[in-house]
């Protein structure tokens, strides 16, 4: 069992910026990779980007890729996704778990942390 806490969610105009932060805990820490993944209002959750605890490998969707950075502090359990050039596409409240096959199965989430991209 493990825990995750979001957070660095907020208001941003599009083209601008924010840093989001997820601290895990427990076999969370553990596991093999971690990923970041977002849903908006009435739409299915979605892969955003991961990274692995030990080598620092990373992966991401076509989406954000360019845009989005992320990455990993072992020290402190924590991972985090630098997002750049916010669109408003990129609305949603936004989770960290691990990232493995058959996480659209999963039956523990955080709470997430809403990023709202407006004018």
């Known amino acids: 069992q493990g825990q995750l806490v979001e957070s660095g969610g907020g208001l941003v105009q599009p083209g601008g910026s924010l840093r989001l932060s997820c601290a895990a805990s427990g076999s969370l820490f553990s596991s093999y990779a971690m990923g970041w993944f977002r849903q908006a209002p009435g739409k299915e959750r979605e892969f955003v980007a991961s990274i692995t605890w030990s080598a620092g490998i990373t992966n991401y969707a076509d989406s954000v890729k360019g845009r989005f950075t992320i990455s990993r502090d072992r020290a402190k359990n924590t991972v985090y996704l630098q997002m750049n050039s916010l669109k408003p596409k990129d609305t949603a409240v936004y989770y960290c778990?691990?990232?493995?096959?058959?996480?659209?199965?999963?039956?523990?989430w955080g709470q997430g942390t809403q990023v709202t991209v407006s004018s």
């Open positions: 778990n691990r990232a493995q096959a058959g996480w659209r199965e999963y039956a523990y």
